[in-house]
C-alpha cells in the first residue's frame, strides 16, 4: 500500500468480509498487460495527443479510443494523468 495506509486498508478487508462482499485485488500500474494497440494509445495520449487524432491515426471512432482509454485505466490502475509515468517507466517505452 501506499502512503502508510496498511492499516486502514486491513480494516476495510475486515469490514468487506463481514458484509460477505469481495475486495478488488490491488492493480499495479503495469504497462506490460497492455496490448499492442493499447500501448500505442497510451503513448499518443500521454504525448498530449487528442481522442480525435488518435482516432484518426487508428482509423477508427472516438468512441473506440475513449473503449480503448477505458481498458487502458483499468488495466493499468492510473487516469489519464498517470499514462506518462506509465509509459516512460515501460520496457517497451518508445518515447
Same mark, same amino acid.
Given at each position: 500500500m501506499q502512503c502508510g495506509a496498511d492499516a486502514l486498508a &486491513? #480494516? &476495510? #478487508?475486515?469490514?468487506?468480509?463481514?458484509?460477505g462482499l469481495w475486495p478488488l485485488q490491488p492493480r499495479t500500474a503495469d504497462a506490460?498487460?497492455?496490448?499492442?494497440?493499447? %500501448?500505442?494509445v497510451a503513448e499518443w495520449a500521454a504525448?498530449?495527443?487528442?481522442?480525435?487524432r488518435i482516432a484518426e491515426a487508428l482509423g477508427a471512432s472516438? &468512441?473506440?479510443? %475513449? %473503449?480503448?482509454?477505458s481498458d487502458i485505466y483499468l488495466k493499468?490502475?492510473?487516469?489519464?494523468?498517470g499514462?506518462?509515468?506509465l509509459v516512460a517507466e515501460s520496457p517497451g517505452a518508445s518515447g
Open positions: &486491513a #480494516r &476495510a #478487508r475486515e469490514e468487506l468480509n463481514a458484509t506490460d498487460s497492455l496490448t499492442v494497440q493499447e %500501448r500505442a504525448g498530449g495527443w487528442s481522442n480525435a472516438d &468512441a473506440v479510443v %475513449r %473503449r480503448l482509454l493499468a490502475g492510473c487516469d489519464h494523468a499514462l506518462p509515468r
